[in-house]
T-cell receptor
């Protein structure tokens, strides 16, 4: 089944304790991205990746890191989480053709993170 | 920067009604526009994708139209059902992906 998976689905942690949220897709998609969703602010892009070893900042990258060493995986790293990073996080992927028409974006089920 | 607006923010209708959700965007140079459905606390499910060269797409009871020149898209839901209750989001692909704030739909039995 074509899908985007995220782990963990729920995480409660404390300020300053490094954590990684994994994202994996099995559709051979080139483009992957991370979003956070907050009440009243909607969905905002954190980082995106056009392909392996190619990443770029989205609208709210502060406090986050990403890496794209393999095509299927795009982990989100919080080196020193803070309470303002409490949010619902989504990973997404899509196929990027020769021209910049990205096609349908597929979203993971979300990771609910609470930083105490 | 692209701004995406959805109107109305919330909508409550009796079962069986046909309804229209609106999405507007400020820069017409988009690659495509996508409509999503989100159930409370859940992920996003893609409903329809309209490429910039297309005018509309249909899937079952859903029909989405796109007017790039005016910066508007509409999602038409025919014969609404209680199971349609969810938040509907539109997003435009404009180098990056920009989301609207959504329309929360409640279909009453």
């Amino acid at each position: 089944e074509a899908q985007v998976t995220q782990n963990p689905r729920y995480l409660i942690t404390v300020t300053g304790k490094k954590l990684t949220v994994t994202c994996s897709q099995n559709m051979n998609h080139e483009y992957m991205s991370w979003y956070r969703q907050d009440p009243g602010l909607g969905l905002r892009q954190i980082y995106y990746s056009m392909n392996v070893e190619v990443t770029d900042k989205g609208d709210v990258p502060e406090g986050y890191k990403v890496s794209r060493k393999e095509k299927r995986n795009f982990p989100l790293i919080l080196e020193s989480p803070s309470p303002n990073q409490t949010s619902l996080y989504f990973c997404a992927s899509s196929l990027r053709g020769a021209n910049p028409i990205y096609g349908t974006r597929f979203f993971g089920p979300g990771t609910r993170l609470t930083v105490l | 920067k692209q701004e995406v607006t959805q109107i109305p923010a919330a909508l409550s209708v009796p079962e069986g009604e046909n309804l229209v959700l609106n999405c507007s965007f400020t820069d017409s140079a988009i690659y495509n526009l996508q409509w999503f459905r989100q159930d409370p606390g859940k992920g996003l499910t893609s409903l329809l994708l309209i490429q910039s060269s297309q005018r509309e797409q249909t899937s079952g009871r859903l029909n989405a139209s796109l007017d790039k020149s005016s910066g508007r898209s509409t999602l038409y839901i025919a014969a609404s059902q209680p199971g349609d209750s969810a938040t509907y989001l539109c997003a435009v692909d404009f180098n990056k992906f920009y989301f609207g704030s959504g329309t929360k739909l409640n279909v009453k039995p």
